[in-house]
């Protein structure tokens, strides 16, 4: 069963001589419960169409479709899609975007609490658990390493079981050694919490954990779709 279905997608910027095609014409699907890695070189695309699909940015108008779990989030106002992004789809960025003056559990409860959920205490701390951070869930951002911070990241993202998890240079940041924590990180939350992931990245080695890769160039899918 797919739980994203993107149908030609496009994103340009600048207009005339300037024009440029971000992302052009792209067609994709994921299946539910999928490890995918989007490889490509610094500005081949790859990004902005994670940013689509993740609903922080827009494709051109009437440029395609892009269904998550059924529902087309190109059709959403900004309100609704703020709410279905929040609800539906974990992100996880190069640089944390942790909140500096909430520490290790809130921040990872965040979108709860924006949607006045209650906490669950079970699946939190079994999350911090499997994260490493049982010692640092009190800790504030700046109290903690980079790939600490890292953790935190992927535990927000992972903490609503949104449909999907969608992560944007997730080791850009971090030497080798969290680097490598990360990705086990990633995998885990694919085996043991069921999560489809797709990542975005320019290292093979990552992306050779994935069980699909998806090769942009100059916009388009040129291997994987």
Do not use: C, W
């Amino acid at each position: 069963m797919n739980i994203l279905s993107v149908k030609k997608l496009t994103k340009t910027y600048g207009k005339g001589d300037s024009l440029v095609k971000a992302v052009d014409n792209v067609s994709l699907e994921v299946k539910e419960g999928e490890f995918v890695a989007i490889i490509g070189a610094s500005g081949s695309g790859k990004s902005t169409l994670l940013h689509m699909i993740g609903g922080v940015d827009r494709p051109d108008k009437n440029s395609g479709t892009i269904e998550i779990s059924g529902t087309d989030i190109t059709k959403l106002s900004d309100n609704k899609l703020a709410i279905f992004r929040r609800q539906n789809i974990g992100i996880i960025y190069q640089f944390y975007n942790l909140i500096p003056v909430l520490n290790v559990r809130e921040n990872i409860t965040l979108s709860q609490d924006l949607d006045k959920k209650p906490v669950d205490e079970k699946y939190l701390n079994e999350l911090i658990e499997a994260l490493g951070l049982k010692n640092r869930e009190t800790h504030l951002p700046n109290q903690l390493s980079g790939g600490q911070q890292q953790r935190v990241a992927i535990g927000r993202a992972l903490y609503g079981r949104p449909a999907l998890i969608l992560a944007d240079e997730p080791t850009g940041n971090l030497d080798s050694k969290s680097s490598k924590e990360i990705v086990e990180l990633l995998k885990l939350a694919n085996r043991k919490f069921k999560q489809t992931v797709i990542v975005v990245t320019h290292d093979l080695e990552i992306a050779k954990q994935a069980d699909r890769i998806i090769t942009v160039a100059d916009g388009k899918i040129k291997r994987g779709k």
